[in-house]
């Protein structure tokens, strides 16, 4: 079976970790802090703050936000539909109250003219995710944004899912920073693996200080006094969303390698497919503008009669998925559900084909000539 996915290790992490595990500090300490300075290099950009996963970032955002504005029981984020529900459940647990987005069927991401039309006067955020690596027209979306500013008169921030989407940019610059709340994910499958792990990217020093904070119980743990922290005020109270030194260290020897042993070969592979699968009875392919670079941690495509499509694939030894469920079907956001025709659409007829670093030339040749096949 070929899979769709699997864990990249560097071959030095283990002897990292080793050195870590024996070092007698193993909780957040000098690992983490130079794994952050490194994705803060690679970013070139000041504020990005690590967690215990992406989730915990997605609580942490939310949490700050809500605090911050004071936000009431009548805040509405806009969300999509299609994607993990590790997107969602957190604004659901910060007492924020969803409203669906229906999806675009040329890309995956948030369909843009229904965000505006459902961007209303209680709209305070829009979380948008990239769907496979596929970056959102951030500028569109932004100019959509800013126009609901204009007739609502309240700040409505963007907060960008891109669990997806390392290694990816939109228009030159890489994905996380163009100037909204983003967070990442480095769990497990990821490009990028901290086994697991996540990160907040935030755009002032305020915000910055404050999730240091949070992440750990509302303490300063930069003081170096250990003494000291035990005689702090807190003056808000925090969370237990902090990286540590075993995940760190993994995620750094990852990142010294994600670039030319990942993240390329998955492009290279997405490359390959485009051009074999163009023109394919059956088989759609999804938007690839020039403005945008997808890092592919999935290639999508859409397929007539999805399950014999799968039935056929499973019988070739290829592992095939949609990935995620649409989250509106759950009964615990049932309150929220709405019309999404595109949604309908799309999950009964999109599918992910393996295209990671483990796939080799004679594997998606394979995978091709079994689509070519037909179903």
């Known amino acids: 079976m070929i899979p769709l996915f699997k864990v990249y290790m560097s071959d030095n992490a283990p002897v990292e970790v080793s050195k870590t595990l024996k070092s007698g500090y193993i909780g957040q300490g000098p690992k983490v802090d130079k794994f952050e300075g490194m994705l803060r290099e690679r970013f070139d950009h000041d504020y990005v703050v690590s967690t215990n996963s992406a989730t915990s970032a997605e609580h942490l955002i939310w949490h700050m936000l809500k605090t911050r504005y004071g936000w009431g029981d009548n805040t509405e984020i806009l969300v999509p539909a299609v994607t993990c529900s590790a997107t969602n459940w957190p604004v659901v647990l910060n007492g924020l109250k969803i409203k669906w987005v229906d999806i675009d069927p040329s890309n995956l991401n948030v369909d843009l003219v229904d965000l505006k039309r459902k961007i209303g006067p209680n709209t305070r ?71 697991d792990g996540g990160a907040l990217v935030v755009n002032d020093q305020f915000t910055y200080n404050r999730a240091k904070l949070l992440r750990w119980y509302g303490l300063d743990r930069e003081t170096g006094d250990r003494e000291f922290r035990c005689r702090q005020d807190v003056l808000e109270a925090g969370f237990k969303f902090h990286m540590n030194d075993i995940n760190a260290v993994i995620g750094i020897e990852n990142l010294k390698e994600v670039d030319d042993n990942v993240i390329s070969v998955h492009k290279d592979n997405a490359a390959y497919y485009r051009k074999e699968l163009s023109g394919i009875d059956g088989v759609t392919l999804l938007e690839d503008k020039n403005d945008r670079d997808s890092s592919y941690w999935l290639f999508t495509i859409m397929v007539d009669r999805k399950d014999d499509f799968m039935q056929k694939m499973k019988d070739k030894g290829i592992m095939v998925s949609r990935v995620h469920e649409r989250n509106d079907k759950h009964s615990c956001v049932k309150e929220y559900r709405s019309l999404l025709p595109n949604v309908d659409y799309v999950v009964n007829h999109m599918i992910s084909i393996p295209v990671g670093w483990w796939v080799t030339k004679e594997d998606r040749e394979y995978i091709v000539k079994s689509i070519k096949e037909g179903w």
């Open 125 to 195: 955020a829009i979380l948008v995710v990239h769907w496979g690596g596929y970056p959102v027209d951030l500028d569109e979306l932004k100019k959509i944004r800013d126009e609901a500013v204009g007739v609502y008169r309240q700040p409505i921030d963007i907060v960008e899912d891109c669990a997806h989407a390392f290694g990816s940019s939109y228009k030159g610059k890489p994905i996380g920073t163009h100037g909204n709340y983003c967070t990442f994910s480095f769990q497990a499958i990821k490009h990028l693996t901290s086994g």
